[in-house]
Every structure is written in C-alpha cells, then in structure tokens.
C-alpha cells in the first residue's frame, strides 16, 4: 500500500524543485496545515495518487490580476480549484475590501471556467467521510469516474479512460501500452473493446486504427 506521508513528501518537493518566484515562496511558507489536511483527510483516501494535483497554482485573471489557489487539479475537462478555508483567518482579515476581493476572485476564476471545492478545516477534521464524498461527486460528475457504468469496466478500461480524460490529444496505442505497463498487442484488445462499448472512437487510421478518442 502507497504510504501518504512519503508520497505527500516527493509531491511536495517536487513542485518546490519546478517553482520559482512568488510561487515558490508561498509554497514554503503558505502551503501548511490546511492544505495538507485537504489532502490527507479528503483527497488521498478517495484517489491514492497526488497526479496532476498542484499546490499553491498561479491563476491570472484577464484583467491581469495574480492569485494563488491552495490546490489545483489540472484535468480535462475542466480544471478544478480546491480550496481550504479557516474560519480563525478569515474572521480575523474580515473587513468589506477582502471580502469583495475574494467574492471577485472566486467570481473570476469560476469565469475562467475553473470548477471550485472549497472545504473547510473544521469540516475536514470532524468530519472527513463528508469532504470525500464531495471528491468522489467530484470525479463522477465532472470527470465520469466511478458512476455504474464505470465500475463495469476492467482496471485497464477505466485507466485508459483516466488517459483519455486527462489528455486533449487522442491516445495512441503505444501511449496506453506504456500507462497500463502492458505490451501494445494487450492495449491494442483493451481499445478495441472500449470502442465495442462506445467509451472511444479511432481518431486516426481506416484500415488499422492508430488513435483513439473519447467519445462524447
């Protein structure tokens, strides 16, 4: 079984290693508790992987106003923004300026067609069953995971369907091959039959399909 704090550690340190600036500095002194809370009591029990999860992402409006979300889950769709909110520091810096600027904030990155989850510290640490039950809602109804249909599928029809979701390019034979660890004649049987059951579609090829598709 993955261990969360030695994942959570190799995640961590290598956004630090990828960051520079303001992000960088605001990823060793603002990702703290409330973060990794997020992650730990909500996010890990439901998806076992930090993959594609940013901490502390740079977002510009287009009025060209910077803002950092705690979390961002960058995936088609739609990327989400997740956020973990203490009640303390926000009764504390309440005035009517912040609390216009982060209604807009929200306003904004909700405009940028960014999904947002927003979770509260007390809620993950009374009651984390809840808050991941909102990321289970979150993987079925915005990236199809989990829901009946779904849990049909083999463990390498819905890994090829994650592979799918998360790429805005068609997946190739070759590119499931080496996601599953799996030789491309395996791939090639697993395509075949998610195309039977109409999850994909060839993208490419007539008489020997080289690339897949959702389709929608």
Known sequence: MRNFESEYRIWLNKHITRSTGERLRRIKERHGFGEKLLIEHAWWPVVKSLDDLHPE??????????????????????????????????ARDADRGSF???????NEIALADWNILRFSIDKLKEDPYSCQNHIRRMLEIWYGEDSSSVQKLTIYQREILRLANRLSSPITIEMVSN??????????VQLHQMAQLNYIEPASGDQRVRSYRLKR
């Open 57 to 90: 992402y740079e977002f510009v409006d287009t009025f060209g106003n910077y803002y950092f979300m705690d979390l961002a889950y960058i995936r088609l769709p739609r990327p989400t923004c997740l956020e973990s909110d203490s009640f303390s520091s926000h």
């Open 100 to 106: 216009s600027r982060g209604l807009e904030r929200q």
């Open 179 to 188: 996601s599953l660890g799996k030789s491309k004649r395996v791939a090639r």
